[in-house]
């Protein structure tokens, strides 16, 4: 009993820092090592073999690779590429805060979405209620960055926009190829990796890596560069490997918080660490958009609920035990690894 409850405090400690610490590492990478396109394939890459690895020595089981599938699922790739590629040109420009912010802003446009194009219900009172908490929240933080440049937030409308989509679409690839959660992961990583070398030549990035190859260029070869990049491939499997673990060792209640927990530990560690963060205002604007984050997410937690013990009792009569669903939480874990 003892040693269980060890090995779930693990992996509870496990997945909270690593969700607290990606963004801030993701950062810390492109500031060092300054070519987004390469950083992502090198992590696409760490991830594939690395969920390869796990499943040759059993710590996970992943669906085998399949053509067909692949083609199938192609879509969903190239958007999720997309959205890793933005979420990192929007970290080069932007701070962690700015980030976060945008990132928070995704169940506003989900919910918009699910409404508008998969024809789900309207938001419950308390649901609408977060929604524009957060989006109160994110004008805020806005209209008084310091830091706002429109670069930047180009990037972070584009990183929202793509981000969105690519979460509703994985809602339905989930429902439509029966492919289990690291069959994702690998799928996603795989395809993207493939596609890597596509989008270095369309944004001229290969022109500056055979550069910085040829001249020696020094953030290829000081020890923190290496080590930045090195801890952003890491983070980025890891992410995956304790997030699905913890989740199957807690209750979803306990996930959810953890999940809550982390990102305002990445907002404390963030301004602890360097002067990369939001002014004080927007720090407060920041910590609104995330207290309407957790109003959110107990508002389609008490509605999630009710709505599985639904399900439950409908399969009971039916004999259906194969029925999938994604909560936002499960999404990113599948869809986006790199992504907080």
């Not at 199938?72 to 590629?85: E, G, N, R, S």
């Not at 109160?136 to 933080?141: K, L, N, T």
């Not at 509605?303 to 029925?323: C, F, I, L, T, Y």
Request: hydrophobic share 50%; charged share 10%; with cysteine.
């Amino acid at each position: 009993m003892a040693k269980q409850a060890y090995a779930t405090s693990s992996l509870v400690v496990g997945y909270a820092l690593c969700s607290s610490l990606l963004a801030i590492i993701n950062k810390y990478a492109i500031t060092k090592f300054s070519y987004p396109g390469l950083l992502t394939a090198l992590q696409y890459l760490t991830s594939v073999v690395g969920v390869w690895v796990l499943g040759k020595l059993g710590f996970l089981c992943h669906d085998a690779f399949n053509l067909q599938i692949a083609k199938k699922f192609a879509p969903a790739a190239v958007v999720f590429y997309i959205a890793i590629f933005t979420n990192t040109h929007l970290l080069k420009h932007a701070n962690v805060d700015t980030f976060i912010v945008f990132r928070s802003l995704t169940p506003l446009l989900v919910a918009i979405a699910d409404t508008t194009f998969r024809k789900q219900p309207c938001p419950s009172k308390l649901t609408f209620l977060s929604l524009v908490i957060i989006l109160g929240g994110a004008v805020g933080y806005v209209m008084t960055d310091p830091a706002f440049t429109l670069t930047a937030y180009s990037w972070a409308l584009a990183y929202l926009i793509t981000i969105t989509t690519e979460m509703v679409y994985i809602k339905h690839m989930v429902t439509n190829l029966g492919l289990n959660t690291w069959g994702f992961v690998l799928y996603n990583n795989l395809l993207s990796l493939l596609m890597a070398p596509v989008f270095g030549f369309l944004t001229g990035e290969h022109l500056s890596v055979f550069r910085a190859i040829e001249s020696r260029g020094q953030s290829w070869f000081e020890l923190d560069s290496f080590v930045a990049v090195a801890l952003s491939c890491v983070f980025g499997l890891l992410i995956s490997f304790f997030g699905f673990a913890a989740r199957k060792a807690i209750s979803a209640t306990a996930f959810t918080v953890t999940g809550v927990v982390n990102k305002f530990l990445t907002v404390a560690i963030n301004v602890m660490i360097w002067d990369k963060h939001a002014s004080t205002f927007g720090l407060v604007c920041l910590l609104f958009t995330l207290a309407g984050g957790v109003l959110y997410q107990q508002s389609v937690t008490t509605k999630g609920n009710s709505s599985a013990q639904r399900e439950a009792a409908a399969k009971q009569g039916r004999g259906d035990d194969d029925a999938v669903e994604l909560d936002e939480e499960s999404q990113r874990l599948v869809s986006s690894p790199k992504v907080v």
